[in-house]
C-alpha cells in the first residue's frame, strides 16, 4: 500500500507539538511494515531531513500566526496564488509517488481549496483526528468570524471584515469537506463529530498511542520520608488549568498539609499566564514548593519523567486524549487529573489514578491529601496505570488499527465489481 500523508507541520519541526510526533510514529510505522510512504507538509523544517521516505516541504499554513505579516495581510495579497499553488504541489505530489490512499493528518491551517481537490480525485481519502476541526469553517472564514478580538479591535476590523467575508462568499467559502473517512483519537471525538452528522458513518478509533521503548520505566514507590515529585508538562495555558493546582496547594498550605511535596511547572505559554501562575505562587506562599521549567525536546522528556512520581493534568477543556497523560503512565507516574474530553478513556477513579472535577482546587486537594497520607496508593495506581497504557495505548496497536482501516478503503476503491 502507498499511503500519502498530508500534514501541516512534520518533523524535524519545533512546531505542531504532540499531534505532529505521533505523525511520524504511524508513518514510521507503516514503513516498517513494508508499505510505501511519503509526506507532503509545509515548509517549517528545523534540522535535516532523515526519513527513508519522501518528505515534500511545499505546503504554506493559512492564516501562518507565525508570520511578522498580519492574518489580514495575508489574505488580502498573494493568498489566492498560494491556494493555487497549493493545488498544484498536491498534484505534482501524487503523479510523483503514485498513492494509493491520501492520509490527511493535521489539516488546520492547510487550504480547504487543496483538501477539496483531493475529495474529488479517484483516490480515497482519509483523515485523522486528535481534535474538532470539522466543527471549525475553514481558514479565513474562521479568522473573519472570531469573536475573540477585543471590542474596539472588533469594531476597527469591522469595514476589513465585511469585505472578506464578501469575497469568501463570491469565492464559494467556507468549503464544506466530507470527511467520509475518519480515524478518531478517542471514542469522545468521534461520537462528538457523528453528533452533529460532520464525519461519515464509518469512522473508528485508534487511540494515541506511547512509544514504549522511549517511554518506560518501574511504577513509583515513593518511601514516606521521600518527597512526592509532582510535574504539570505541556502548554502553559488557562485552558490548561495550572491555576487550580496552585489553588490547591495554596488550600493544602493554609492548612499546614502540604508536607513533603513539590510542583514542576514545564511547558511554554504567554508571559501574561506565566505572570499570573507566579502571583498565585507569591500569594499562597508556595515558592519553597513551586519551580518553574523551559520546554525541553522530545527526546529529554524520559528523563523529566524519571525525575518524578505523579503528573497532574488539571485540564479545563476537552482534550481529545493527552499525550502526556499516557507517556507519563507508561514511564510509571501515576496520574491525578481531569477526565474532560477522551482522558477519561484511560484515566480512572482509584483503577488507574485518582480523578477530580475540573476548576475545584478543593476536589484537587482532597486527592493530593490521599497520597500525602498514603504512599502505597501512588504505587498501586501507577502500577494499573502503566499496564493500562502498555495493554490498550502501545504504538503497535493504534498502526495496526490504522493500517487495516486503511487497506480496507484501497481494497473497496479498487475491488472489481461482480
Not at 11 to 24: K, L
Not at 90 to 101: A, C, E, G, R, V
Not at 283 to 288: A, H, M, P
Amino acid at each position: 500500500m502507498r499511503v500519502l500523508f498530508i500534514t501541516a507541520y512534520f518533523p524535524p519541526c519545533q512546531y505542531g507539538w504532540g499531534y505532529m510526533r505521533i505523525c511520524e510514529q504511524v508513518a514510521d510505522g507503516l514503513a516498517e511494515r513494508g508499505h510505501e510512504v511519503a509526506v507532503l507538509t509545509s515548509t517549517y523544517r528545523d534540522g535535516p531531513e532523515v526519513k527513508p521516505y519522501p518528505v515534500y516541504r511545499h505546503l504554506t499554513i493559512e492564516p501562518d500566526w507565525l508570520l511578522p505579516e498580519s492574518p489580514a495581510k495575508q489574505f488580502f495579497f498573494g493568498r489566492k496564488q498560494r491556494e493555487e499553488t497549493a493545488v498544484s504541489h498536491l498534484h505534482q505530489t501524487i503523479k510523483k509517488f503514485q498513492p494509493d490512499i491520501l492520509f490527511v493528518w493535521d489539516a488546520f491551517g492547510l487550504s480547504d481549496v487543496m483538501l477539496q481537490q483531493a475529495e474529488n480525485l479517484s483516490i480515497p481519502v482519509a483523515y485523522y483526528f486528535a481534535n474538532y476541526l470539522p466543527e471549525f469553517p475553514g481558514g479565513y472564514s474562521h479568522y473573519w468570524s472570531s469573536a475573540n478580538s477585543h471590542p474596539l479591535v472588533k469594531l476597527a476590523k469591522l469595514p476589513m471584515s465585511l469585505l472578506a467575508k464578501a469575497m469568501l462568499a463570491q469565492e464559494g467559502k467556507p468549503i464544506k469537506l466530507k470527511y467520509e473517512h475518519t480515524i478518531s483519537v478517542s471514542d469522545y471525538v468521534r461520537q462528538r463529530l457523528l453528533s452533529q452528522n460532520l464525519i461519515g458513518p464509518d469512522a473508528i478509533v485508534a487511540p494515541n498511542a506511547v512509544d514504549l521503548e522511549m517511554f518506560s520505566g518501574d511504577p513509583r514507590q515513593p518511601q514516606p520520608d521521600e518527597p512526592l515529585r509532582c510535574l504539570v508538562a505541556g502548554r502553559v495555558a488557562q485552558e490548561k488549568g495550572i491555576h487550580t493546582i496552585l489553588h490547591a496547594f495554596g488550600l493544602l498550605h493554609e492548612k499546614g498539609q502540604l508536607q513533603n511535596i513539590s510542583l514542576t511547572i514545564l511547558g511554554k505559554g504567554t508571559d501574561e499566564y506565566k505572570e499570573h501562575l507566579k502571583q498565585l505562587v507569591v500569594r499562597y506562599q508556595l515558592e519553597k514548593f513551586t519551580n518553574f521549567a523551559e520546554p525541553v525536546p522530545i527526546e529529554a522528556m524520559p528523563t523529566v519523567l524519571a525525575e518524578h512520581d505523579l503528573l497532574l493534568l488539571p485540564s479545563e477543556w476537552d482534550e481529545p486524549l493527552s499525550c502526556s497523560m499516557l507517556e507519563a503512565m507508561a514511564a510509571g507516574l501515576m496520574v491525578i487529573g481531569t477526565t474532560r474530553g477522551g482522558s477519561g478513556e484511560a484515566l480512572f477513579h482509584g483503577q488507574t489514578g485518582l480523578t477530580f472535577a475540573d476548576g475545584n482546587p478543593e476536589a484537587l486537594a482532597k486527592q493530593l491529601l490521599a497520597v500525602m497520607q498514603d504512599r502505597s496508593l501512588v504505587a498501586q495506581l501507577a502500577k494499573a496505570g502503566k499496564a493500562e497504557v502498555e495493554t490498550h495505548f502501545n504504538m503497535d496497536v493504534s498502526v495496526s488499527r490504522i493500517e487495516d482501516y486503511l487497506q480496507e478503503l484501497v481494497e473497496e476503491k479498487t475491488a472489481v465489481p461482480h
